[in-house]
C-alpha cells in the first residue's frame, strides 16, 4: 500500500458524511497514517476537473457525496479517463432507495448537516439549562432566551429542560427572601422573564409531599404555611420591580406551562 495515502474528498456540502466513511475505510488498512483533503461545496465541473488533475499529480484517489446525478455522472466519466479511483458514496444508495421507494430524490445538497444543526443547537440548549439550573451562575442571565424565576417547588428546572428540547436557552432563578436576587435580574430585557406564580395551598402541599419523600416530617419550615405566604410575597415584589410576565402554574402540568411560555415569547418576538 502507498505510504501516507492521499484522499480528496469532494462534496456538495461541507464533506462530513464523505469523510466519515473514508476514514472508515482508511482504518481497515494502516493506523491512521493518512492525509484527507476536502473539497466542499462543490457546484460546478471546473471544481471537478481541478480535482481530478490535483489527484493524477498526487497519486491520490477521490472520494465524494454528489446529490447532483450530472455532477456525479462527470466525476465517475472523467476519473475513468485519467485512471484515477474514484469512490461515489452516496450515488449508489441514491439510485437503490429511488428504486425501492419508487420516489424522486429531493437532490438538496446539506440536508443531513441541517438535521445535524437543529441536533447540536437542542443539545446545547440541554447543556444550557443544566448549568445554569437554579441560580448557579447569574452570568447565564444576560445569555438566556428565558429567565424563569420563583420560589422552590415552581417546577423551574423541568420546564428548564422542557423548553430546551425546544431549542430554547433557559436560566432559572430561585426567589428567597433572605437572598438578594442577582443584578443581573433587573439589567435585562424584562420581556425575557417568566415569573412562576402558585397558590399558597398548592404549594403547601407539594411540599409536605417533597419532605414525606425525603423522609422528613411535614412540619418543616418548608412546607410552613406562614413561610410559604412570606416567600410568595417576596416573589410578587421581586416581580413587580422586574416588570416581567407571570403564569400561575398552580393546577398546570410542565408541558402547559412551557406551551403559555413558548406562546408569550413568540407574541412579543412579533
Excluded: W
Amino acid at each position: 500500500m502507498i505510504k501516507d495515502p492521499l484522499v480528496y474528498v469532494l462534496s456538495d456540502s461541507v464533506g462530513e458524511t464523505a469523510e466519515l466513511v473514508i476514514k472508515a475505510g482508511l482504518s481497515q488498512f494502516n493506523n491512521g497514517e493518512y492525509k484527507i483533503q476536502r473539497i466542499p461545496y462543490v457546484e460546478d465541473k471546473e471544481t471537478i476537473d481541478d480535482s481530478i488533475q490535483l489527484a493524477k499529480e498526487k497519486n491520490g484517489i477521490i472520494g465524494f457525496t454528489l446529490v447532483d446525478p450530472n455532477l456525479r455522472e462527470y466525476l465517475n466519466e472523467k476519473a475513468e479517463e485519467q485512471n484515477i479511483e474514484a469512490i461515489d458514496i452516496m450515488g449508489p444508495m441514491l439510485k437503490a432507495m429511488e428504486r425501492v421507494y419508487d420516489k424522486k430524490p429531493r437532490l438538496e445538497p446539506g440536508l443531513v448537516h441541517q438535521l445535524d444543526e437543529d441536533y447540536f443547537k437542542k443539545v446545547e440548549a440541554i447543556e444550557f439549562a443544566v448549568k445554569y439550573d437554579d441560580g448557579r451562575d447569574p452570568r447565564g442571565i444576560s445569555r438566556a432566551d428565558i429567565i424563569l424565576i420563583g420560589v422552590s417547588r415552581t417546577s423551574k428546572t423541568p420546564l428548564s429542560q422542557y423548553l430546551a428540547h425546544k431549542r430554547l436557552k433557559v436560566a432559572n432563578i430561585p426567589i428567597v427572601p433572605e437572598v438578594e436576587p442577582p443584578e443581573e435580574l433587573f439589567e435585562v430585557d424584562p420581556k425575557r422573564c417568566i415569573g412562576l406564580r402558585i397558590s399558597p395551598e398548592k404549594l403547601n402541599d407539594i411540599r409536605k409531599e417533597r419532605l414525606k419523600a425525603l423522609g422528613l416530617g411535614d412540619q418543616a419550615t418548608y412546607a410552613n404555611i406562614q413561610r410559604i405566604h412570606q416567600e410568595l410575597d417576596y416573589f410578587n415584589k421581586v416581580v413587580e420591580k422586574i416588570g416581567c410576565h407571570v403564569i400561575d402554574v398552580s393546577n398546570k402540568a410542565v408541558e402547559e406551562t412551557a406551551n403559555s411560555i413558548m406562546r408569550y415569547i413568540q407574541e412579543k418576538n412579533n
